[in-house]
């Protein structure tokens, strides 16, 4: 078959939502787009480990240390599940890997921030994971099959953990005063860099057209932006807490939330490399890698022994 | 007597659990792979869990006796250093993968045989945490077991960080069948364990995964001296740095809910 | 609002010298030669010295405000991360001794110029610590710059550390020179510093150093982006810790005098 | 002259309480013997600063932090003159320092105990200095010069410290009850490692008699003990606390206190490495050491191409 006949299957099966799996032909763009943004989202999961990791062994009470451990784990699975579906598109784990820690690969700005209380780990849940899921729910229908999939699987978990972050902000918030300052606080530090997490408005994002296309994004970077303000603003009243952003408006014409400009020069600094924490969080990363060098090894070593001890065995037993 | 006993043998083993599921969940987003980070976080997770049923049981005894309102964070969180109980080998630090490998593998061999026996307890809520736990400590010993081998017959870095992990480890060994006095107090009372009949089938445990590691068995380390102390409240160095990080929250907000 | 600034501005001094010290003092028992052990030992103790001239100050200038009990220690172990205003270098780890040194070296190069200015300042006392103090920097100066000097001219290992802790350290000295509310307000009020001042002197000694160091100059790095924040009590990661240790038994035991 | 006569002025130096110098003759024996006992001295100092350097971090205030920080330093000042005073009888400070991190040359066992709380910064300043303390004043008065000199400069910072450490105790028995207890639990802890810091029994004391004659030692090891105990079991009541020895009582006819066996099992344990800490202990020392090497070499190439460059700049200048 042609390019052009080959092209011609795959756009139908994207036009009739059938989705694209592993096997079928695809257009390199495509396939190059995926493994950047599954890659890109298998690295946030990694590295977005390290701000809560953070808290892990200051928790205040068994109980949220019990629940912050698990959640964390939750992302070093999800990392696992995206890094699968990187691999149906013939990039190994290992690659990508290699990828994040040379710079080439990127991953969302906003574990960039450091978290500095407690209540900071309460507004990661609600708001970052909060504005995951909204761009992940949407991926749910993303038109590459083993993307789609793994989107299932972590948005069910996902959702769990928003509920877990804002359920710390309300224990904050029924506290003492000091208990009510740090959760305050923390919304004022998370609220702008999570709406960083939805990328540039549609005019200036430069991927975006022909994902839409390729419907692999179903929504756009500013509709899924006020999706999460619409929810938020609400959800922040229950927590009688505010939101830092004088201009934030219920709008009964559009019957959405209007908001202020976003600081776009911090958005694009911290994705150049320059955000509070970019140069630890990979230094985490990298370390963690080095250090395991020699575990990963020995664990490769000592599997290629015992085959060949098992191949020996059957043979032994065959003659 | 039965009260304070049956209280300090329950905060005995909730602190073991406690230090140790606080000394693994430092590896949470720095483990070698991706799939052991995972693997040490559930071992962690599982070791908070008996530590929350224990120190909730001592909060219960505790309660009853004095008439105060012990919980599971209190005791956790508001105890210094000398009032902890745990044995000297779960505070000793991560060092590298064959170092926490090594400690976790001496640990759940030794709570796999206790957690047998104390299923028998006369104490119900013992024995049915007990039992309860023994199926994610028979996992436990597993994991750590494939684990010791892996190190032990891979490269031979592998297995000099191992020799390396032994040396530094062996001598809290001891510590883990040498009873402190509410130990034997419970075993009179009759819901304790014999810890000294214990030992045996653990060196037997090691043994046989030290032969298949191809490491020494452990009647080759037979002169080693054996630390004791943890257990009545006398610890090493390392434990107030990890009380001043766990506890922090606790001690700085005092009567705050989180 | 002067009482507010004046409290916040001292503070600030005040956090800058108590952390580093904490951190210097790290190395008390652990230093490259037992000569530098006794010197970076020497150099926390200065600086605990004038934290604690300034917190007994902020202390003063709160109760007289506020008519309640600040002391010199409520205030360097009651205040959590967010409250603590000390800027990011010195919250910094100290790594290797090259990155220890070289934070030494800016930091006390900037104390330098600040405190040289602080001795007109209308505060008096201010101008009394900056005084007393100066001389202790002055000779944090000489040491540390002698320090980079060696280390950068010495062998090749010593100059590529060196390299490796300006990459780590480079992106925090813009804080010292960016003013803070308080430190704009102390200006209008009379008794601060006029910061951005003082950058062109620290610059001019920093290229010196560097010169001899074999290093290249202050304009190579021009664009590195600066980080901010510490000042505002917006901090890195590693501030959280280190009060997790200084303040432990303050907070364990509320209220006991040492 | 004969090495017979040579004896002879050095035993009369002795004799007439002449000090022995660095450049007089000596018998190699009271050489040997110096060189072990001052640089175990040494190591002491250094080895020293780590139990005590444990606390620094967390001294529960500020005037006590700076103080306990000045003490470490005193410390690794004391070793600087006693490695100097092994130096004047030809055994470099590398070379010392060497055998300590081999195991071949000793430290005191005491510093082989892990402090766990802050009532052992006092109980280790009142009773381990306060120990050193009596060894170091009838050392002042020693017969080889350098160590007698060094001892008086460290006689005078010791006693300083030892008054800082009852110091201590003193604001923790009048402290809160867990102020009080954790007072208590110190000493009953130090106590008994404290009167072992004399060493054996006169009766099995090896080096005890030699030393003595040449007049290194001037008092014996139980001498020394008692004294202590003599004073400490006065000292304690100014504490309102105890001692943990039932048979520790007055003793009208010798004037001295009475006091119980000490467990001699557990001091040639510590000696021969099975301390809590001796492992951790010198591990510390080595790794310092070793990470502190290409600073070291660092200084000394520097200080070589200094020198160089200075050479060139005269030669220049002569000609």
């Known amino acids: ?319 | 007597m039965t009260k304070d006993t049956l209280y300090n043998y329950t905060l005995h083993l909730a602190d073991n659990a406690l230090i140790l599921a606080q000394r693994n969940s430092e590896w949470c987003g720095h483990g070698p792979v991706l799939e052991q980070d995972i693997a040490i976080t559930n071992i962690s997770l599982d070791l908070i869990g008996q530590a929350r049923s224990l120190y909730q049981y001592a909060a219960e005894v505790f309660n009853k006796k004095e008439g105060r309102e012990a919980t599971e964070d209190s005791l956790a969180y508001l105890r210094d250093v000398r009032e902890f109980k745990n044995c000297l080998l779960v505070e000793q630090p991560n060092g590298d993968w064959a170092q926490t490998i090594l400690r976790q593998f001496f640990f759940s061999t030794y709570q796999y045989g206790l957690y047998q026996q104390l299923q028998q307890s006369t104490d119900a809520t013992l024995a049915a945490i007990a039992e309860k736990s023994l199926k994610e400590v028979t996992y436990h010993v597993r994991w750590s077991s494939e684990w010791v081998i892996r190190l032990g017959d891979g490269t031979a870095e592998s297995h000099d960080r191992l020799e390396n992990a032994l040396d530094e480890l062996w001598m809290f060994t001891g510590e883990l069948f040498t009873p402190a006095g509410y130990e034997l107090d419970a075993l009179k009372a009759g819901f304790g364990v014999e810890l000294t009949a214990l030992k045996a089938a653990w060196e037997q445990k090691v043994n046989e995964i030290f032969a298949e590691a191809t490491l020494p068995d452990a009647a080759s380390r037979a002169g080693v001296w054996m630390q004791t102390g943890g257990k009545e409240g006398v610890h090493s160095e390392q434990l107030g740095f990890i009380l001043a990080e766990l506890q922090y929250m606790q001690r700085a907000y005092p009567g705050a809910e989180w």
Not at chain 1, 60 to 83: C, F, M, N, T, W
Not at chain 1, 93 to 107: C, F, M, N, P
Request: some cysteine; glycine content about 6%; aromatic content about 10%.
């Open chain 1, 1 to 319: 078959m042609s390019v052009q006949e080959l092209e011609k299957i795959f756009l139908d099966k994207i036009e009739q939502e059938i989705k694209i799996e592993p096997k079928d032909w695809m257009p390199d763009a495509y396939r190059k787009t995926l493994v950047r943004q599954i890659s890109q989202h298998a690295h946030s999961e990694i590295v977005g480990m390290l701000p809560e990791g953070n808290w892990i062994s200051r928790a205040p009470s068994l109980k949220r240390k019990a629940i912050l451990l698990a959640k964390v784990q939750d992302e070093a699975g999800h990392g696992l599940y995206l890094y699968s579906a990187t691999e149906t598109l013939g990039t190994t784990r290992e690659q990508t890997i290699v990828d994040l820690h040379s710079g080439k690969a990127k991953y969302s700005s906003i574990f960039n921030y450091p978290t500095l209380t407690w209540a900071d780990i309460g507004a990661i849940g609600w708001l970052v994971d909060g504005a995951a899921i909204l761009n992940q729910v949407m991926l749910c229908r993303t038109s590459y099959g083993p993307y789609a999939r793994a989107m299932v699987r972590i948005c069910k978990e996902e959702s769990f953990h928003q509920r877990q972050g804002f359920d710390i902000l309300m224990a904050l918030s029924k506290g003492t005063p000091e208990q009510r300052d740090m959760c305050q606080d923390a919304i004022n530090r998370w609220w702008w860099p999570s709406l960083m997490m939805f990328g540039p408005h549609d005019s200036e994002s430069t991927n975006s057209e022909q994902s839409t296309k390729w419907k692999i994004k179903r929504m756009s970077n500013d509709e899924l932006r006020q999706k999460f303000v619409d929810m938020i603003a609400e959800q922040v009243k229950v927590l009688n807490m505010t939101l830092p952003d004088p201009n934030l408006k219920w709008n009964e014409q559009t019957s959405h939330y209007d908001f202020g400009e976003i600081n776009w020069a911090e958005f694009w600094n911290v994705v150049k490399g320059n955000g509070p924490c970019n140069k630890q969080r990979l230094d985490a990363r990298r370390k963690a890698w080095d250090e395991g060098a020699w575990v990963r090894e020995a664990a490769s070593v000592y599997a290629a022994k015992r085959k060949a001890r098992e191949e020996k065995k059957e043979e032994k037993q065959i003659a």
